[in-house]
């Protein structure tokens, strides 16, 4: 099968089109002829592998896992022995390591069936943005309806998802972009769009019950300001802050912080789980939200497709087409 690789980390350079076994699925696993494929910012701290602490879990030397890719969205090819609730043929979407391939392994338990509304383009970019956004928001920030929230990063892969499902979720929702972005984010339901290249959305007036902080470019110090006094900082982000740490450092200041304040200050990685793919699947059949999706690649662009991301342009996902 057609995959890309990396035998190293480094930029986008070390990736490579080859020809590679197809792999077997395991016991509890789904073997999914791949269509579609997501890409985001974790794909590319697996790539680089930085800041350096990613490379305690995912290879010291070289990536553990040579075919890059998490979200995945295609057809059920093969079932593992413990694998009852799938069917060969049946479209599904989730999250796996190495979705760059023409066939791939996932995990049952982070598989669900895919949405008839949706491609398969669409459906690849879901998972692990729209599911860092619901946990964000519902399970960390327990945004509830009536509630004013402020979603940093507001165009992005996360950030797209985040504005919907705040307004899903009733909240009154406003985002931080760029002032070229600011009409896709308010057309997806944000009321109120700062345009952080003109103003410092850190000195406004108003006080949020809720931030979620995706972006991760602002002191925590700067964010508490805009905070309710009881409200809840999820952070979500963290592009700065060094080749060791990355955004980390930011986190364990906020875990240190957070037991002297009113304010609850909440580090945040998502959890990878089917329950969050089919929560989402049921919002987007519900129609409260729906993928945002900038550009569609070809298997053999991925590089170009990861140069654009880190260019910083993008409107929603960038998507990968197997």
């Known amino acids: 099968m057609r995959a890309i690789i990396q035998d190293r980390y480094g930029s986008a350079d070390v990736l490579q089109l080859r020809d590679i076994d197809q792999p077997e699925p395991g016991d509890d696993e789904v073997l999914v002829r791949v269509h579609a494929a997501g890409l985001d910012r974790g794909v590319w701290h697996l790539m680089t592998g930085l800041p350096y602490l990613v490379r305690l879990g995912f290879g010291l030397r070289a990536p553990k896992y040579p075919v890059p890719g998490l979200d995945v969205a295609g057809r059920v090819e093969a079932l593992g022995k413990n694998v009852s609730q799938f069917r060969v043929g049946q479209e599904v979407f989730g999250i796996c390591n190495g979705s760059f391939a023409e066939f791939a392994c996932v995990s049952a338990d982070k598989l669900a069936p895919k949405p008839t509304c949706l491609s398969f383009e669409q459906a690849a970019a879901t998972p692990i943005s729209g599911g860092t956004a619901l946990q964000g928001l519902r399970d960390k920030g327990q945004l509830a309806a009536g509630q004013s929230v402020l979603v940093t990063g507001a165009s992005g892969g996360v950030g797209t998802f985040a504005v919907q499902i705040a307004r899903a979720l009733g909240a009154e929702v406003s985002g931080v972009c760029s002032g070229s972005k600011r009409d896709m984010v308010r057309s997806i339901g944000a009321k109120h769009v700062f345009d952080y290249t003109r103003e410092d959305f850190t000195q406004a007036a108003v006080r949020y019950d809720v931030i979620l902080d995706i972006a991760g470019n602002r002191s925590l110090t700067s964010l508490r300001r805009i905070l309710a006094p009881r409200g809840v900082l999820v952070i979500v982000g963290g592009e700065e802050g060094g080749r060791w740490m990355g955004g980390t450092d930011r986190q364990l200041r906020a875990l240190a912080w957070s037991p002297f304040l009113r304010q609850r200050l909440r580090p945040f990685i998502a959890a990878e789980s089917s329950k969050h793919v089919r929560a989402l699947g049921e919002l987007i059949e519900a129609g409260d939200?729906?993928?945002?999706?900038?550009?569609?690649?070809?298997?053999?662009?991925?590089?170009?497709?990861?140069?654009?991301?880190?260019?910083?342009?993008?409107?929603?996902?960038?998507?990968?087409?197997?």
């Open 289 to 322: 939200v729906t993928p945002v999706i900038d550009r569609v690649y070809p298997l053999s662009e991925v590089p170009d497709a990861l140069r654009y991301l880190i260019e910083g342009r993008a409107r929603g996902k960038i998507v990968i087409s197997v």
